[in-house]
């Protein structure tokens, strides 16, 4: 069936190698059909270390070509079976004609097979039934085949808000679905990329690292044992909140809009794995407790219900934010003084006929 190829596949080659270069088009299916609110696509967008521009027109050194079949972007939308149908990268995928291909999933899976009829969520229908293929039938279709699957954002990685307590789907993350021991048929571990929604660079990186693995120009991915890249997710939101200061001088907001930590009016950043209030939000600028906003846990497998209701003082930061008030006045007040002696200058520097500096002339 004739297809067309997508816009950035097209921009793509014409930036590319000439005609009759054999270098093979990584495809990147996109399945944003998942429980989801799009707020990770739509996150991706704001990339800039690198851009998704950058990934896909093929300016970064050593990434192989790429097509990215992605429903938020794309301008695929003809009939089902038609030339120019989204919808028909996923079905060649199913058919084996896509090679290499990497999946992305965004949305929590659903359990559809607790209800007798009907389908919480899926994309596309299945010609031989006219029926819509749920979002697990094509996860079941496609993973296998797949050289590598990334779940974006906390639905897809763990669930997320969708797999609330009472919630009516049964909704579950990726790993969850498949295995969190799965395997692609190229060796590599689900990779997740949490957040609610994912920082945009920390996707764009991943994706780069793993582009630059398929290209045999990167080490496996390192993942940590809830499959996300150590290097994004190794640190606590605390260890690189600008407020951490304040934490250690015992100096805590009991109000929002005021520059202090703010572990008692519900920041969660002290056992929260993620690096938003390092890198920031867009280039650097934003952020979460950095910029006065409590730290939700929202990279985290058991958010939200374990960190709810988000406005409460966390339960055991009563115990670390006393030790902290109680030390850190002690040591405030060392450092008012240390601060009030290097806050003048030297005494010799003056103005008049006698040099004060200790000089003593070498010869
Ligand atoms: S605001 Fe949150 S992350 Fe920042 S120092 Fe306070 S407790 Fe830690
Ligand atoms: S700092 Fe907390 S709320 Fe902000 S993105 Fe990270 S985990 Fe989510």
């Not at 846990?297 to 406005?311: I, L, N, S, V």
């Not at 007040?333 to 040099?355: M, N, Q």
Request: net charge negative; glycine share 12%; hydrophobic share 35%.
């Amino acid at each position: 069936m004739a297809s067309t190829p997508t816009t950035t596949e097209a921009t793509s080659r014409s930036t590319g190698p000439p005609a009759g270069d054999e270098e093979p088009v990584v495809h990147i299916l996109w399945i944003n059909a998942g429980l989801s609110c799009d707020g990770d696509s739509v996150s991706l967008t704001a990339a800039t270390q690198p851009s998704i521009e950058e990934i896909v027109l093929g300016v970064l050194p050593g990434l192989p070509k790429i097509a990215v079949h992605w429903p938020l972007i794309d301008f695929e939308c003809g009939p089902v079976q038609g030339a120019d149908n989204f919808v028909e990268w996923f079905f060649k995928a199913d058919r084996g004609e896509l090679e290499p291909f990497v999946l992305v999933v965004e949305g929590s899976i659903p359990n559809e097979s607790i209800k007798a009829e009907g389908y919480w969520c899926g994309f596309g229908d299945d010609p031989e039934t006219g029926q819509p293929i749920t979002t697990s039938e094509w996860v079941d279709r496609l993973a296998p085949k797949a050289t590598g699957v990334i779940a974006i954002g906390t639905c897809a990685t763990y669930g997320g808000i969708h797999a609330m307590a009472g919630n009516p789907t049964g909704a579950m993350g990726l790993p969850d679905y498949l295995g969190w021991d799965w395997k692609s048929k190229a060796g590599l571990p689900i990779v997740c990329v949490p957040g609610c929604p994912i920082q945009p660079d920390n996707f764009s990186e991943t994706l780069v690292y793993l582009l630059h693995q398929l290209a045999g120009a990167a080490p496996m991915i390192p993942l940590d044992d809830k499959l996300r890249p150590t290097w994004l997710f190794g640190a606590t939101v605390h260890e690189g909140c600008d407020r951490a200061g304040y934490y250690e001088q015992g100096q805590f907001a009991s109000e929002y809009g005021t520059p202090e930590c703010l572990v008692r009016i519900g920041c969660w950043g002290p056992v929260v794995k993620c690096n938003v209030p390092k890198r920031g939000w867009i280039n650097g600028v934003g952020g979460c407790p950095n910029v006065g906003g409590i730290c939700i846990a929202c990279t985290m497998p058991g958010f939200p219900d374990k960190f709810m209701p988000f406005m409460d003082e966390p339960p055991g930061a009563k115990v670390s934010s006393s030790a902290s008030a109680a030390y850190g006045s002690v040591i405030r007040r060392l450092r008012s003084i240390t601060a009030h002696s290097v806050d003048r200058e030297p005494k010799w520097r003056h103005t008049g006929r006698k040099l004060a500096t200790g000089y003593k002339p070498p010869w």
